[in-house]
């Protein structure tokens, strides 16, 4: 058996201690030679502060109810002994979510409001507006404190028909795919368009990176997700729940953002999440498992991949 994603990651960052001692060593080689003139130290310089910054981003995508939540739970959370990210039933409203680690920033929950979506500037250009963003602080060790501050992400707000048009959720060609309206004829959207999780967890101080991107209108609604985000991402998770299969929703997210999003196949993971709800009394494990590898065959022809 190979080597545990942790042991990897472990690796990688070991990997990046020795190559930062290669560096200094081969610039006090360079100054001791009197080699090191203006444009060496300076490409020095970047590569120094690259392999800093350097990090490993992977995206979570599903459309709504497929565990994705949960799974980020399990994998990130589980020794709080309960739920962090904010995890419900049915089809929740909630913003895109980065989950990471910068030593430079204090251990916060930041969120970007929704009415931005209504500027000309791009998700990257808020980034460099901090002023903008609402911060709220996180306890770290304090599992209530930080669960009760993410719930903050999937807060939403009523807007007009026609703000919420111009923020990119209701799309007048497309109406079966509009939310519904209220009494009032309002429509309900999320009240932050992204938000950043600042938390000093093992894998994301190594610079692991997580993107959550909650269901097609959300992925859709965020052209920043679609055009550099995901595509940018070192691998796509793509969830699916082995209870629904591959739904209509589940192939537009596939074919309009996914398919072509990475030219590497083993960048784009695809996960048949929940086979718990397989689980039948009436039915003998054998038969599960049968069903299980039925469903991944069938996933597999649908979404033109290899079943492993």
Sequence with gaps: ???????????????????????????????????????VQEHLHRLEAQLLDDKVCVAFVAEFSRGKSELINAIFFADYGRRIMPASAGRTTMCPTELGYDPQVPHCLRLLPIETRLQMQGLAEWRLKPERWVEVPLQVGDADQIS?????????????????????????DMPDD??????????????WRHAIINLPHPLLKQGLVILDTPGLNAVGAEPELTVNLIPQAHAVVFILGADTGVTRSDLSIWREHLAAASQGADARLVVLNKIDTLWDELRTPAQVQAEIARQCEQTARTLELDTD
């Design 1 to 39: 058996m190979g080597p545990s994603f942790n042991e990897q990651f472990d690796q990688l960052g070991e990997w990046r201690k020795g190559f930062a001692n290669q560096l200094a060593q081969f610039r006090s080689w360079l100054g001791e030679h009197e080699l090191l003139d203006a444009a």
């Design 148 to 172: 009760r501050a993410l719930e903050k992400v999937a807060q939403v707000r009523k807007v007009s028909v026609d703000d919420a048009r111009a923020m990119g959720f209701w799309h007048d």
């Design 178 to 191: 509009n939310p519904s309206l209220d009494a009032q004829g309002m429509v309900e959207v999320p009240l």
